[in-house]
């Protein structure tokens, strides 16, 4: 199991989630990657979501960490899309058999006018392997 295809596959499945990202010809603006594609703007809300624990964490302690960034053009969307990732996400397991837990991280503020806000969201995925 991938812990961040599940968390994917979770946000995916989550109507409220994906009723408050920006749609892209139908498809909602969520990625497993660490950079959002080229074809999303500053104004759009979108997430983006990563590993960020070692390589090696998994096989130590059957879990792992990922950020999920809640992005948008008010810090208050940004804000709000967090609030239902941790509501879709937090104490909750996948169809794959992970669990997972979260926290709502500070909110970062746009760099320039190139930039949205965001808000990351940090999620354990504890039974991976």
């Not at 991938?2 to 994906?18: C, D, M, P």
């Not at 990625?31 to 999303?40: G, H, K, N, R």
């Not at 960020?52 to 899309?81: F, W």
């Amino acid at each position: 199991m991938n812990g961040s295809t599940e968390i994917y596959k979770t946000l995916l499945a989550n109507s409220t989630v994906t009723g408050y990202v920006t749609k892209k010809s139908t498809y909602p603006c969520i990625s497993d990657s660490l950079m959002e594609p080229s074809t999303w703007g500053v104004a759009d809300t979108t997430i983006t979501l990563y590993r960020v624990s070692p390589l090696s964490y998994a096989d130590e302690y059957i879990q792992a960490n990922y950020t999920v960034n809640c992005r948008g053009a008010k810090q208050s969307t940004a804000e709000a899309l967090a609030g239902y990732v941790a509501t879709a996400l937090n104490r909750r397991s996948s169809s794959g058999g992970a669990h997972f837990t979260c926290s709502i991280e500070p909110v970062i503020t746009p760099v320039d006018s190139t930039d949205n806000f965001n808000v990351p969201v940090t999620v354990t995925v504890k039974g991976i392997k």
